[in-house]
Nanobody, 124 residues
Framework: QVQLVESGGGLVQPGGSLRLSCAAS????????MGWYRQAPGNERELVAV??????????HYTDSVKGRFTISRDNAKNTVNLQMNSLKPEDTAVYYC???????????????WGKGTLVTVSS
């Protein structure tokens, strides 16, 4: 029905950069929010960044630990969301998951969906 596919993860040195991408596909009418979460070993999944579309306006939110380093962007027409990660630190190492919330399809009302995740490893 609806699938989210992430890409762009990999191994990078501290201070380096990576760009994550996520594409949503299916019988989608609209998506309320698209964002990125991450989960490091032994930790709970946490919000990294999210883009909220309302009317003609778009709003972004970042967790404090990535502010000034990460940038989230969303293309509503393509149902994609990207995460540009700069100045990466070892503590950024985690599996990064794409999330789409408030997804309306031709078959049903609002639902949320998760991607399978992409691994980001920042070496020491």
């Amino acid at each position: 029905q609806v699938q989210l596919v992430e890409s762009g993860g990999g191994l990078v040195q501290p201070g380096g950069s990576l760009r994550l991408s996520c594409a949503a596909s299916g019988s989608i009418i609209s998506i309320g929010t698209m964002g990125w979460y991450r989960q490091a070993p032994g930790n709970e999944r946490e919000l990294v960044a999210v883009v909220i579309s309302g009317g003609s306006s778009r709003y972004t939110h970042y967790t404090d630990s990535v502010k000034g380093r990460f940038t989230i962007s969303r293309d509503n027409a393509k149902n994609t969301v990207n995460l540009q990660m700069n100045s990466l630190k070892p503590e950024d190492t985690a599996v990064y998951y794409c999330n789409a919330g408030g997804v309306r399809t031709v078959e049903a009302g609002l639902n949320s969906y998760w991607g399978k995740g992409t691994l980001v490893t920042v070496s020491s």
